[in-house]
């Protein structure tokens, strides 16, 4: 993949663009979290997602610890350029910290 899209995006006063995931069979949100231009290009390399934790300020592989990866099949940006959407196949199953399949478990309809 051409990875000169990558000056064209929008990063952030911190260097970071949110990245909205999806599973790339049905669509549905699992989460959202953020990149930088390094971990942006790590995504692009191995095929794996990887993002930077604002919490542990460090790089962190989808699934380094749980073996819960994102495998990256499609990757866009928006109009803007400020946010990124990749769409995954999570290795298994669960995308969430909680062990919940996506992070947008709570609420429901209005």
Request: net charge negative; charged share 25%; aromatic share 10%.
């Amino acid at each position: 993949m051409d990875i000169s899209f990558i000056d064209e995006l929008k990063f952030d006063d911190r260097g970071l663009i949110p990245v909205i995931v999806q599973d790339y069979k049905d669509n549905d949100v699992l989460m959202l979290a953020y990149m930088n231009k390094d971990t942006l290009r790590q995504t692009i390399e191995t095929g794996k997602a990887t993002y930077w934790s604002r919490s542990r300020q460090k790089v962190w592989v989808k699934g380094e610890t749980s073996g819960h990866f994102q495998i990256v099949k499609e990757l866009y940006y928006d109009c803007d350029g400020d946010t990124i959407l990749i769409k995954v196949e999570q290795v298994g199953g669960i995308a969430c910290h909680t062990g919940n399949r996506s992070c947008f478990f709570r609420g429901g309809n209005l």
